[in-house]
């Protein structure tokens, strides 16, 4: 390859991983929020669940 | 008296709910779209000067090219959203405190969660873009520094919250403090940068504005990111009241 | 027949306030002994952790920050036992009857606070002085940081009331206080190191940075204590 070339685009293959690691991360950490939120829900529901079962109960 | 009062309270389930999801998915469909344009049509731009300028595509290139730089297409956006959820974080801490009804201190909580979450995914991609650049995992270099301590005080704001019992008392104390956070983050970046520390000198890049090309990613990650929190705010509040309103029915079960 | 009652005024209530904390001082001198072994303490500590150094380490390089944390850590100490005799004798209750402007409460505390905070001060920096820089000694400019000490004592009793009062009630509040507490103040503290080690040091054009630095934190106390003191009244009465 064309040594200026390779000059001009040195970092660019040092920088690839960096740049896709600060990408994945905010797609992990956004993921993370929604499975928070998920689990949050699924706790409700199964109160919700256990709430039935009292009211059925006390009928 | 009690009537009105549940009838002015800010309905759950409404119109802006059921946009929500929408703007969801909108937000995700931009954030992916700048993505994907700033990869493809935004230039990359340029570093330090090169011994000997090369053709490349028509154009001549005198500097070397950062890929690095790709980074702040999201950083920049979800840095934004996270400051705009702490705005709310304040402004519902003043309506709280204005009217004491526990609804405003359920969504200041919420604003504050996503700003946390935004928090961290701007800490995250800022801290791949410095140890790329500066060669560092860490430095006491101002945005950084700022946000570092945004992040401890948000983290205060939790502990605090589950450190006090009673409910009202709870709403009041983090109210106040979520509204000294807002105040005290612009002072916090504002004092590190005009007072930068001497012993790591900074080398700030004098990036001299945007090109079209670059700045269309940028505005639609923007607005990506915007509807994405916004989406995620009211899908998280939406799930809490429910919660808060089985803990009513249950409580009146009791009785 | 009417009899003539003059309301006391917002300033009778303040002088007040602080003539209680004060005498109260006088009579345990419980916060100034525990401020004052607690600041000694920390400088032996310093003494330990500076010993391997030598001499090779340019100690007023970083004597505006140790002493800073001097001072931080001891007014930490303080504020958690501010309110603590307030609770346990049920006294903040009696003022709270008063019909009074609440606000006056907070100043005439954080004045109590400043005041003990200032007592401390003035002597830990000599004994910093003694203890530190007996061989190297500060630059002739030094007797200038009695500004970013006023100025960090001000910003850290009015914040710190604040957050004592909030963190009173609150389980686990001598961690809670410090949770809060070092954070929100960080920007003075930044502020306060700076000024403090460019007197020391005198390094060519420092009173640009001094001047910049006492500016900001300026900024903040006054930001900051109308802030803690508007909201004042919501935290005391929660």
Request: net charge neutral; glycine share 6%.
């Amino acid at each position: 390859m064309d040594p200026v070339l390779a000059e001009i685009y040195s970092t660019v293959l040092g920088a690839a991983p960096f740049v896709i690691a600060a990408y994945a991360l905010i797609f992990l950490v956004l993921c993370g929020y929604v499975v928070f939120i998920t689990t949050k829900l699924k706790r409700t529901e199964k109160k919700l669940a256990a709430l039935e079962e009292h009211v059925d109960a006390l009928k | 008296m009690a009537n009105e009062e549940k009838a002015k309270e800010p309905a759950i389930g409404g119109i802006i709910d059921r946009v929500a999801p929408w703007a969801l998915a909108l937000g995700a469909l931009l954030a992916t779209l700048g993505f994907v344009l700033n990869f493809t049509i935004a230039p990359l731009v340029n570093g330090a000067a090169v011994n000997e300028p090369a053709l490349i595509g028509g154009a001549m290139v005198q500097n070397k090219l950062l890929l690095s730089q790709k980074i702040f297409y999201w950083h920049m956006p979800v840095a934004i959203a996270s400051f705009a959820a702490l705005v709310f974080t304040a402004y519902y801490g003043i309506r709280f405190l204005m009217t004491k009804r526990a609804c405003y201190d359920t969504r200041a909580r919420i604003a504050t969660e996503i700003a946390l979450v935004f928090v961290l995914c701007t800490m995250v991609s800022g801290e791949m873009w410095e140890r790329f650049e500066w060669g560092v995992w860490w430095t006491w270099e101002p945005r950084l520094t700022t946000y570092f301590i945004l992040m401890l005080m948000i983290f205060g704001y939790f502990i605090l919250r589950n450190a006090v019992e009673d409910t009202e008392r709870r709403a009041v104390y983090a109210s106040v403090f979520g509204i000294l956070i807002f105040i005290d983050v612009p002072i916090c970046f504002l004092v590190t940068r005009l007072i930068p520390s001497g012993v790591h000198p900074v080398i700030f890049r004098t990036d001299s504005g945007l090109s079209p090309e670059m700045l269309l990613p940028l505005m639609l990650g923007m607005a990506g990111f915007a509807l994405i929190a916004f989406g995620l705010y009211r899908l998280r509040l939406r799930a809490q009241v429910m919660e808060e309103k089985l803990a009513r029915i249950q409580d009146k079960l009791e009785d | 027949m009417a009899v003539a009652m003059k309301k006391p005024s917002t300033w009778a209530h303040y002088v007040a306030l602080l003539k209680k904390d004060l005498s109260q001082e006088l009579h345990t001198k419980d916060m100034l002994t525990s401020m004052g072994l607690y600041a000694l303490l920390v400088l032996v500590v310093y003494g330990a952790a500076l010993a391997q150094a030598g001499s090779e380490l340019d100690i007023l390089q970083m004597a505006g920050g140790l002493l800073w944390a001097v001072i931080l850590f001891t007014s930490l100490l303080g504020l958690n036992r501010s309110f603590s005799h307030e609770k346990e004798q049920g006294c903040l209750e009696g003022i709270l009857l008063v019909p009074m402007d609440r606000s006056v409460i907070f100043l005439a505390k954080a004045t109590a606070n400043l005041i003990f905070l200032l007592v401390v001060t003035a002597v830990t920096v000599p004994l910093f002085f003694f203890l530190f820089l007996g061989q190297v000694g500060a630059a002739p400019t030094w007797p200038l940081m009695i500004a970013p000490l006023l100025a960090g004592t001000v910003g850290i009793a009015g914040v710190g009331t604040m957050l004592s009062t909030i963190t009173m009630n609150t389980r686990g509040k001598d961690v809670m206080l410090a949770v809060l507490f070092i954070p929100l103040l960080f920007p003075l503290l930044w502020a306060c190191v700076s000024a403090t080690t460019c007197v020391m040091c005198a390094p060519e054009g420092f009173m640009d940075t001094f001047v910049t630095s006492m500016a900001l934190s300026a900024g903040y106390d006054i930001v900051m204590i109308l802030i803690s003191w508007v909201l004042y009244d919501f935290v005391v009465s929660a």
